[in-house]
């Protein structure tokens, strides 16, 4: 049985390196924004949830008009009002594979802090728990960061799954001179990869790789409540 309930931020320490991203979310929401999972007492798993970034192009197919029309000030006091990001979902390895992640969104949905919830995922088709807990699933075209990637990758005859493996990985490196800038470029264009942008090539190639093979996932929900409709929030 997996009991669900609130966390404290050591719940998430302590579990943290068992997630893909480094760090913790800049903006988490200590306001009922922490969920933790046991099971027979253990810590399991552990959800945070993080105010929104403004800017998110995406959220015009989740939620057409509410975020983007309006003045700029009014835009940015809608989403930070109505919106929160679940920014973190971290299962110990030990329970992977239990229903542990999908549980921790599935109680946050039921008892939301605002009406509308997002999240990204970078291996949501390989792990899809944020739609089996309820939440939609949108798939935008590739970054053009990734997509340049991709484009490179094709040009030197690369498959994708040749980066993951780390001693294939440094081969290819030391073999493509344009592998290795490349790499370069696209850890050097986004805010959340540029922090990496110096370390070894092997290293960034298999979050690289990734990327090119699993698309970003953007998920939207919407609680369904009269409050919601009397916003034109649509449900």
């Not at 931020?9 to 913790?24: N, P, V």
């Not at 939440?135 to 991709?150: E, G, T």
């Not at 990496?196 to 690289?208: G, K, M, Q, V």
Request: aromatic letters at 6%; proline letters at 6%.
């Amino acid at each position: 049985m997996i009991d669900i309930e609130p966390a404290t931020l050591d719940d998430y320490r302590a579990l943290a390196r068992f997630h893909y991203r480094g760090g913790e979310p800049a903006t988490r929401n200590m306001a009922g924004g922490m969920l933790r999972a046991r099971i027979d007492h253990a810590l399991a798993g552990v959800l945070v949830v993080s105010m929104p970034t403004l800017n998110g192009a995406w959220r015009e197919l989740a939620w057409p008009g509410r975020y983007t029309s309006g003045s700029k000030r009014e835009v940015a006091r809608r989403i930070n009002a109505e919106l929160r990001c679940i920014s973190r979902v971290v299962v110990d390895p030990r329970f992977r594979a239990r229903g542990v992640a999908t549980a921790l969104v599935r109680a946050y949905l039921a008892e939301p802090i605002t009406p509308c919830t997002e999240a990204i995922a970078a291996m949501g088709a390989a792990c899809p728990f944020f739609e089996r807990a309820g939440m939609a699933a949108y798939r935008p075209p590739p970054s053009a960061k990734d997509q340049r990637f991709a484009d490179a990758l094709a040009h030197l005859g690369i498959d994708p799954t040749d980066l993951i493996v780390a001693d294939q990985a440094e081969a290819l490196c030391e073999r493509h001179a344009l592998l290795v800038r490349e790499l370069r470029v696209w850890a050097g264009s986004g805010k959340t990869d540029r922090a990496i942008a110096r370390a070894e090539p092997a290293r960034l190639a298999a979050r690289a790789a990734g990327a090119a093979m699993h698309p970003t996932t953007r998920y939207a929900h919407t609680a369904r409540t009269d409050t919601n409709h009397q916003k034109g929030i649509d449900t």
